[in-house]
């Protein structure tokens, strides 16, 4: 009997404590549902547009400030339509771009949206880094079929599509009206429309307006906008039916004869002419001591701030096979990593879109037939003449030939700037420096 007495209030007292456990338990789930409930609301609304939260976005580019500016001015437009997103735009300068893309990568901090030039992106899609953006074709507000199908090609692989194109400058020459003026030479154009505009007439024209010496020294021409910035030089090769690469981007061709009398023209013009700056000498076109500057035609925008001297823009000169520009090329690509690729997506759309396009024709080539040929491309502020841009941009286009694109490109680059220090250095010929070049970049670009 005392045993029994003393289990019951035991008894009593684990009831009681089942109860009061239960109770706890029930709440806590009540708790944990209501949670998941609010989640899966708040996850709709996510998915929904955000229309209860404001989405930040970070874009990417290697933009000067005036396009920043131009950009911050778009995104107000951006902001009507898209409230709820908000963008933050960083700019990394061009040379260093791609390894900052890599290291962000690694770290797995990219941004949502950014530029990607055309060297960049096969390096890009073999990394697995782009979302698939095909869908957008879907929508006919876009009107996919207004940009020009060519300038679509470097974004697609295995039918999916990556990116879309903002620019597609084709490499134009800039000079000085004055300088030729001066020397009493006929202008490019009047000799490209003669079918006169060689690189034998480049060449003489360089060595005729060079005068001076010293700090008040005048150069004939310039082919490097940095001293890194080498594949300017291929239209010489191209122009001959010749080249630095195969088409397949297999096998380095330069070191053919097109390629020798590309650097040996090159190195007469620097050692024996002095009608071209050496390496390290810093003389920009705007400095009025440059008669003719090799760049791609977003240079535009540079060129426009000059007063100090009348300039215009010309095609490229011809060789056998006529005039062959690089078309250098830059687009919108969202890494598929992003938290918010809807609205990422809305953004590219806008920004790939006839407006936003039309509004970077201020700086850039547009892939959109109907603003590359509308006045607001043409007749920008301070810009050459319609006439001058169609001989030299538009018309030049078709023939142009997109620089080369690699997994391996910034080893292959790094080894051809190798061999031009050589030959800046006057430590080998042309010759031996593109045999060099060879044994270099063949096992790269088997890789």
Request: net charge negative.
């Amino acid at each position: 009997m005392s045993h029994m007495k003393r289990e019951a209030p035991e008894k009593a007292l684990t009831r009681k404590l089942r109860k009061t456990l239960s109770a706890a338990l029930v709440l806590s789930l009540a708790v944990f549902a209501a949670a998941c409930g609010k989640d899966a609301g708040q996850s709709q609304n996510d998915q929904a547009g955000g229309a209860n939260r404001t989405v930040e976005l970070k874009f990417m580019t290697w933009g000067n400030q005036a396009h920043l500016d131009l950009y911050k001015s778009l995104l107000e437009k951006f902001y009507q339509t898209h409230p709820n997103i908000r963008v933050s735009i960083d700019s990394v300068p061009y040379p260093d771009y791609q390894q900052k893309v890599s290291v962000l990568a690694a770290g797995r901090e990219l941004p949502d949206i950014a530029w990607a030039a055309e060297r960049m992106v096969p390096q890009f899609m073999a990394n697995g880094i782009l979302m698939d953006i095909s869908d957008v074709a879907n929508d006919a507000a876009f009107q996919m079929d207004d940009f020009i199908p060519s300038t679509l090609d470097l974004f697609r692989k295995d039918g999916k599509l990556y990116g879309l194109p903002f620019s597609t400058p084709p490499s134009v020459m800039f000079y000085n009206q004055d300088l030729f003026e001066q020397a009493g030479l006929e202008s490019p154009n009047e000799l490209a429309k003669q079918g006169k505009w060689t690189w034998e007439e480049f060449e003489k024209a360089a060595k005729a307006i060079s005068s001076g010496t010293g700090a008040d020294r005048v150069y004939g021409a310039n082919f490097f906008r940095d001293w890194t910035n080498w594949i300017l030089l291929s239209s010489y090769s191209w122009s001959n039916g010749s080249g630095p690469f195969d088409k397949e981007m297999t096998k380095f061709t330069w070191n053919d004869e097109h390629g020798i009398a590309t650097l040996q023209m090159l190195h007469r013009m620097m050692f024996v002419d002095q009608s071209h700056p050496k390496a390290g000498e810093q003389v920009s076109f705007e400095s009025g001591k440059i008669g003719m500057f090799f760049d791609v035609y977003s240079y535009v925008s540079k060129a426009r701030t000059i007063k100090d001297f009348k300039w215009n823009i010309a095609p490229l000169p011809s060789g056998q096979h006529g005039s062959v520009p690089m078309l250098g090329q830059a687009g919108y690509v969202i890494f598929k990593d992003t938290k918010h690729p809807n609205e990422a997506k809305e953004l590219l759309k806008f920004l790939a879109s006839q407006e936003g396009i039309q509004a970077t024709s201020t700086f850039f080539v547009p892939p959109r037939k109907t603003v590359l040929n509308s006045d607001v491309f043409l007749n920008q502020p301070d810009n050459p003449a319609p006439e001058f841009i169609r001989q030299a941009v538009i018309d030049e286009m078709p023939k142009a030939r997109f620089q080369p694109g690699h997994v391996q490109w910034q080893k292959i680059d790094s080894e051809i700037l190798a061999g031009f220090d050589m030959l800046f250095g006057q430590l080998a010929g042309p010759e031996d420096v593109l045999k060099l070049m060879e044994q270099k970049v063949n096992p790269l670009l088997q890789q």
